[in-house]
């Protein structure tokens, strides 16, 4: 498992792992933009969608957080460099984001359907996290 999953407090680094793992190419960044109205509304921040004010005001306290906390995670080291280190090590995925067992705990399915894990692995384009997981579960790695 990455140092991510390490750090405290435990729900703001979860939330900045699923980010990571919410994929927002150019043009496509409806799920991400969903995410963070949720999180803002969730910790009683108004924005408008599609607002670019909004999108920056959420973005900053949202880095201004990780920052702070990377600050007293790791004294005597650049705050920005050890988030950038971070956002570069797989994380461990616990549930399924998509699929048939969109939503249920990764490790439970693995025991259940070994069959549909493998062939997502030979047949699937899997990102660097889920390819993470279900290798560190299967005891690849």
Not at 31 to 56: C, Q, R, Y
Not at 75 to 101: A, D
Request: hydrophobic share 40%.
């Amino acid at each position: 498992m990455s140092n991510l999953s390490q750090l405290k407090p435990q729900p703001l680094w979860e939330n900045f792992g699923h980010i990571c793992s919410i994929p927002h190419p150019s043009k496509h960044e409806g799920k991400i933009l969903e995410f963070l109205l949720a999180w803002a509304k969730k910790h009683n921040i108004t924005v408008k969608a599609h607002d670019a004010i909004g999108d920056v005001m959420v973005m900053k306290l949202l880095l201004s957080k990780l920052v702070s906390i990377a600050k007293e995670q790791f004294p005597g080291i650049n705050p920005m460099k050890k988030l950038e280190e971070l956002t570069l090590q797989p994380i461990f995925v616990k549930t399924f984001k998509f699929g048939k067992y969109k939503g249920r705990n990764i490790e439970e399915v693995c025991d259940e359907d070994i069959g549909y894990i493998n062939w997502m692995m030979e047949n699937m384009d899997l990102d660097e996290d889920m390819r993470y997981t279900l290798d560190k579960i299967m005891g690849h790695i």
